[in-house]
C-alpha cells in the first residue's frame, strides 16, 4: 500500500502565525484528505485536496483559514493560517486508492502558544 | 452531532482474554464501516472492514460485528496480545459522501500481559 511522509512530526507555533505541512506519497493517490484530532475528539474531516483546484471543504472549515494546495497525485500541504490556542491538534493528511483503501501520515502535532 | 460514537475511552483487558470494542452510529445511509489501529506518534492503519450486506468478518484474530436493526457494530479480537494495545477508531462511510470517512473519539485499548 501507499506510504505517506508527514511533516513535520510536531511544532510548537506562536499565536498570529502560519504553519504550512506537507504530505508526500510514495505513489499516486486518487485522493487526498485533511483531518483534524482534536484532544479528546474524533477525527475530523477539513477538505478533499483536489489536484490542480481549489479544494473541497467541509462545513466549519474556509479556504483563508485552511489553504491548501495539491498541484500532483503524490503532493499536498495544508496551511493553518493566523493560528490561536484553538487550533492545537494533531492534523493528518490521507490518501485514497481502489486497490489500498485509505492510507494516513503519522500526522502533526501542533500547538499554539 | 455524533454521528458514530465509541462510549468507552478505554478498555483494559488481560493478554490471552478476549476484547470487545463498540461503537454505534446514528446515520442510517451509512454502508461500509472501518476499524483503524493507532499507535502513539503514528497515523491510524486500517485493521478491518464491514459492508452493510454483511453481519460479520474475520480477519485472524479480529471480527467484526454489524447489527444493522441496531446501528451498532463491534470489534473481536482475540486472543488478546500486549501489542494490541493501541487506540481503536469506528469509522464509517457512505450515503453519498462517497470517500468521506466519519469517525468516533476511538477507544484506548490496553492488554495486560
Known amino acids: 500500500s501507499a506510504v505517506i511522509s508527514q511533516k513535520p512530526s510536531r511544532d510548537i507555533c506562536q499565536r498570529g502565525t502560519s504553519l504550512t505541512i506537507q504530505c508526500q506519497v510514495d505513489?499516486?493517490?486518487?485522493?487526498m484528505f485533511w483531518y483534524r484530532q482534536q484532544p479528546g475528539q474524533s477525527l475530523t474531516l477539513i477538505a478533499t485536496?483536489?489536484?490542480?483546484?481549489?479544494?473541497?471543504?467541509e462545513s466549519g472549515f474556509v479556504i483563508d483559514k485552511f489553504p491548501i494546495s495539491r498541484p500532483n497525485l503524490t503532493f499536498s500541504t495544508l496551511t493553518v493560517s493566523n493560528m490561536s490556542p484553538e487550533d492545537s491538534s494533531i492534523y493528518l493528511c490521507?490518501?485514497?486508492?481502489?486497490?489500498?483503501?485509505?492510507?494516513f501520515g503519522s500526522g502533526t502535532r501542533l500547538t499554539v502558544v | 452531532d455524533q454521528q458514530v460514537k465509541q462510549n468507552s475511552p478505554s478498555l483494559s483487558v488481560q493478554e490471552g482474554r478476549i476484547s470487545i470494542l463498540n461503537c454505534d452510529y446514528t446515520n442510517s445511509m451509512f454502508d461500509y464501516f472501518l476499524w483503524y489501529k493507532k499507535y502513539p506518534a503514528e497515523g491510524p492503519t486500517f485493521l478491518i472492514s464491514i459492508s452493510s450486506i454483511k453481519d460479520k468478518n474475520e480477519d485472524g484474530r479480529f471480527t467484526v460485528f454489524l447489527n444493522k436493526s441496531a446501528k451498532h457494530l463491534s470489534l473481536h479480537i482475540v486472543p488478546s496480545q500486549p501489542g494490541d494495545s493501541a487506540v481503536y477508531f469506528c469509522?464509517?462511510?457512505?450515503?453519498?459522501?462517497?470517500?468521506?470517512?466519519?469517525f468516533g473519539k476511538g477507544t484506548l485499548l490496553t492488554v495486560n500481559p
Open positions: 469509522a464509517a462511510m457512505g450515503g453519498g459522501s462517497n470517500y468521506k470517512l466519519t
Open positions: 490521507s490518501g485514497w486508492t481502489a486497490v489500498d483503501g485509505y492510507t
Open positions: 485536496a483536489n489536484q490542480g483546484s481549489e479544494a473541497t471543504y
Open positions: 505513489s499516486q493517490v486518487t485522493m
